[in-house]
């Protein structure tokens, strides 16, 4: 047989590119602060992406040119220092080298036993056990981020608290109505694992915030007690520790009571927030998110490794198992033994609806030990003190305005000009309608001109109906003189624009 | 302030650790076939990754070097030539190089717009369109792989299907329960999103497969009818190119017609399968997949690249955001222009439930353009024939039997030995099922003694209650001599066990 293979024809060929690709991108990542944040993707490079479907190979090195020419200019922008736009990580230059490493083993990690990928996982899993205070029975496995953390972690919610049999009956024959609670700053993902789950965003219940936008612990006992009224089964509660638009971190130990007291399953979505164990001035904030019975997190986001990587913890593992461990005959496992599939360890497959599974554990265990748990908590205690920082600017600058108070690395303001420095000293609330619209353009258009300008990446949200500029500061490379240059920049462009410009 | 990061103190150090891996992994995947397939990790292996939380930093030479010694040594084995258990992918040198492309840029291709990432996913998106026959207006997003593209096809046609406004009142509501149908060789990953949905594995009609392993129509049409009569609603039909146990495909014109004539939403999964229709020689057999509703595929399978990549296309791109799109305050985009929520193009995240998601299109793109689409081709046929010489070889071979037809690139056999070349003679269903039991235990332990002796390493499974060896070839570094070297060895083992050994 003529047998043709995709390995290179040319080993050493393949290795100078490598070593290429290797300088190229040391030198992208140390030289990333004297670009802009953002490029627009002019039209001509977008254009190159309508290309038919390369039917004949091209040469490695070709292929690469066309990366550096096409691609590689124009990224996000999250790995500059002045990146904060919604909550996106940083990266690092060994994260990148560990997924190089990972490929290359191309180690299937949704199971098999006796090779080095599930123990590294399993190791990374007893770490972050410790690191969040659950105990040694409770169960874990790596996702592709907090979206699929909080879908399995309610997936096992549900079927733990299901009246029936869920897995074999699901909901269509549940009796009685299933409902969850969370703030009505939760998280999106959130509400999309609710919808997946067959349970109807109608089953999510959104309860108001305080000033603090914490959810209202009383308006939620409350709302508990109408479901139970109408007989409907309230199943699980959802503390937010670290909510994408303030920061916020949901009264956990009052969160945790309230579920203790009502029999109800205690989620936490600590997708960044919960990392704030790590600093020691902010670890009181997330107290009792030890008590919750599972817990989402992201290693993408505040402990700035590259996507995709989140994980999800469950206090009973046997619940967690029991959701998702499905054995059909071409997987039998766990007897014992010699082979591949010989252990006695479940398979990360049994704790997760992903079979097939990357080893994203590599780039988390490399990162933890090159670093050290203590710096990474020095680090996460540098964004809070440098939000608490810019904070203090927004506060001392009469043209612009807080929209929340700045609790952990989210800060959220707007300009408000020399008209809203005066409706300002008379209290906010006191602008018109039509002055607050006009506030709400001028902060899209100094948004617009900061990212378009290559400037700063702050993105926008809405605070209780206003617009307003939004920092999640979870980057590893930013200084404190970046956020000096925000705020200069930001009233430069104010006062260039005005209000009702 | 006294400020950290994570970037190197040493950039020429870091690049030259860069320039250590490039080689090392280089020479690891070039001398691959040099070594055991696979290595069974020893106990002091083992123990070392139940070592302590790491609190202080080491250096990332030394962190390597524990990768080197640790890890490396002990992958799943898929990498080697002779690896064809379960159905896993090989990797290549530049797909593992593109992951620290994708990982070095380290953009979220979630959503936000006018940056090179999403281009590159729309672009593979359209060429995955033009290669299985999809209009121009489907729609389609790469997942972690066909368990999470399973999940978001069944989703849409959930609720796509369903009677109600599904997304808002979940399946608690429903009036007529929901009933899916595939065959009993589908896929797990199908059971476990039926489940997940809310669904219930009682509503997964698994109907029964004829002599070729498909699904048997006539009774899946029975079963549709009876359904109806009980008032339950039928509302998809499952069909599969290529099952993981005997790479059946089922007749997907049959199942496209039933579906059209039932009004049901036709999914297919296509995992490694469905890439048959870039083999001259083999698209015949799965004629039928450009008519589905959804299809979903993997990439880390029978395209070699690495682990985590797969993909769904849906007909209907409606349905597909209807499923999935929520926008939050700050994630609000799509109105046109400036900035980096200014686009017009529909974000990713608004066809998946994942909102993070990391750049896995890049080593698809530069692949596809490295090797050309024909290359693909030539390497699907050269395995679909490896599996055809390894069934003539079985076929040849008194002492072994074929467990399924080879259709594609699955081989199912089982060492019968003396006593069963008898009774083959006579025919396998004469066999005592004592005389069975004796021939699964042996081969049970063939199994186990190629993989730790490092031979080669098919898996193992259950065809029509009989024990079997089992592979898929989805190996571009697989040679003819590698399953001559197979068959040999198979022998050589059965005869020093012999049955009832």
Redesign the interface.
């Known amino acids: 047989?003529n047998?043709?293979?995709?390995?290179?024809k040319d080993?050493k060929a393949?290795?100078a590119?490598?070593?290429r690709?290797?300088?190229d991108?040391?030198h992208?990542?140390?030289t990333v602060g004297d670009r802009p944040v953002?490029k627009?993707?002019p039209q001509e490079?977008?254009s190159?992406?309508?290309?038919e479907?390369?039917?004949?190979?091209?040469?490695?090195e070709q292929?690469?040119e066309?990366?550096l020419e096409?691609?590689?200019?124009?990224?996000?922008?999250?790995?500059h220092p002045r990146f904060w736009?919604?909550v996106?990580?940083?990266?690092?230059?060994?994260?990148?080298?560990?997924?190089?490493?990972?490929?290359?083993?191309?180690?299937?990690t949704g199971g098999?036993d006796?090779?080095?990928?599930n123990?590294?996982e399993?190791?990374l899993i007893?770490?972050f056990r410790?690191?969040f205070g659950f105990p040694a029975g409770a169960s874990g496995v790596l996702t592709?981020?907090?979206?699929?953390a909080n879908?399995i972690a309610l997936?096992v919610a549900?079927n733990a608290k299901a009246e029936g049999d869920?897995?074999?009956?699901?909901?269509?024959?549940?009796k009685r109505?299933?409902i969850c609670y969370g703030s009505e700053e939760i998280?999106?993902?959130l509400?999309?694992?609710?919808?997946?789950?067959?349970?109807?965003?109608?089953?999510l219940r959104t309860v108001a915030v305080n000033d603090a936008f914490q959810i209202d612990t009383g308006k939620l006992e409350e709302a508990i007690a109408g479901d139970r009224e109408r007989g409907f089964l309230p199943f699980c509660i959802i503390g937010a520790a670290g909510t994408?638009?303030t920061g916020a971190v949901d009264d956990l130990q009052a969160l945790a009571d309230i579920s203790e007291r009502e029999g109800l399953w205690f989620h936490v979505d600590g997708a960044f927030g919960a990392w704030a164990v790590l600093a020691p001035g902010a670890k009181e904030k997330v107290r009792g998110l030890e008590r919750a019975d599972s817990l989402a997190l992201?290693l993408?986001?505040w402990m700035?490794m590259?996507?995709?990587i989140g994980c999800v913890l469950v206090r009973s593992e046997q619940s967690h198992r029991s959701t998702?461990s499905?054995?059909?005959?071409?997987?039998?496992h766990g007897e014992g033994?010699?082979?591949?599939?010989?252990g006695d360890l479940p398979w990360f497959s049994d704790y997760h609806?992903?079979?097939?599974?990357?080893?994203r554990a590599?780039?988390a265990w490399?990162?933890?030990?090159?670093?050290?748990?203590?710096?990474y908590g020095?680090?996460i205690e540098?964004n809070i003190?440098q939000a608490s920082y810019l904070g203090s600017l927004v506060e001392q600058e009469p043209l612009l305005e807080l929209g929340a108070p700045v609790t952990l690395n989210v800060v959220c303001f707007r300009y408000v000009g020399r008209e809203g420095e005066q409706t300002r000293r008379a209290g906010w609330t006191e602008r018109t309608e039509q002055e607050e619209q006009a506030v709400d353009a001028l902060n899209r258009e100094i948004?617009?001109r900061l990212?378009?300008g290559g400037i700063a990446?702050p993105?926008?949200?809405?605070i209780r109906g206003r617009y307003h500029l939004?920092l999640a500061i979870t980057n590893?490379?930013s200084?404190?003189e970046d956020f000096d240059l925000l705020i200069r920049e930001v009233l430069r462009i104010g006062e260039e624009l005005g209000v009702g410009s």
């Open positions: 047989m047998e043709e293979t995709l390995d290179p080993w393949m290795a590119l490598g070593h690709m290797v300088d991108m040391v992208y990542l140390q953002w627009h993707a490079i977008k190159h992406f309508t290309r479907l390369p039917l004949d190979p091209q040469a490695p292929v690469y066309e990366f096409y691609v590689l200019p124009y990224p996000v922008g999250n790995i736009g919604w996106i990580g940083t990266g690092t230059v060994q994260g990148a080298f560990a997924e190089m490493l990972a490929a290359a083993m191309n180690t299937n098999l006796h090779h080095s990928a123990h590294v399993s190791q007893r770490w410790e690191i592709s981020g907090c979206s699929a879908l997936a549900r869920l897995r074999r009956q699901g909901l269509q024959g549940a109505r299933m998280h999106s993902s509400q999309k694992a609710v919808e997946l789950l067959g349970l109807g965003s109608d089953c994408t638009n992201d993408h986001k700035y590259p996507y995709e998702f499905l054995t059909p005959a071409y997987l039998a033994g010699q082979g591949l599939t010989g609806f992903q079979l097939s599974r990357g080893f590599l780039k490399m990162s933890l030990k090159e670093h050290g748990l203590r710096k020095r680090l540098q003190r948004l617009v990212q378009e990446v993105s926008g949200t809405t939004h590893h490379r200084r404190q």
